[in-house]
């Protein structure tokens, strides 16, 4: 997995979150509350993005944290 772009865009009372690996171009959408932190967010984000790679990698990715 290389770099990871997140990109936040508030939808009425709620945020879309997508994150994107750079090496792949792969991109995975989550929608949060806006009461989610800006961490929690993008953690979840990145949980899913890290399924949807081992799903299409030989081999599973390496986890950031």
């Avoid at 790679?53 to 944290?65: G, I, V």
């Amino acid at each position: 997995m290389g770099e990871v772009l997140y990109e936040f865009v508030q939808i009425g009372q709620q945020m879309r979150v997508s994150a994107i690996d750079s090496d792949t171009n792969i991109e995975v959408v989550v929608i949060a509350p806006l009461a989610a932190t800006r961490w929690q967010m993008q953690a979840t984000a990145l949980a899913k993005l890290n399924k949807r790679l081992s799903e299409t990698a030989d081999e599973p990715p390496r986890r950031l944290f």
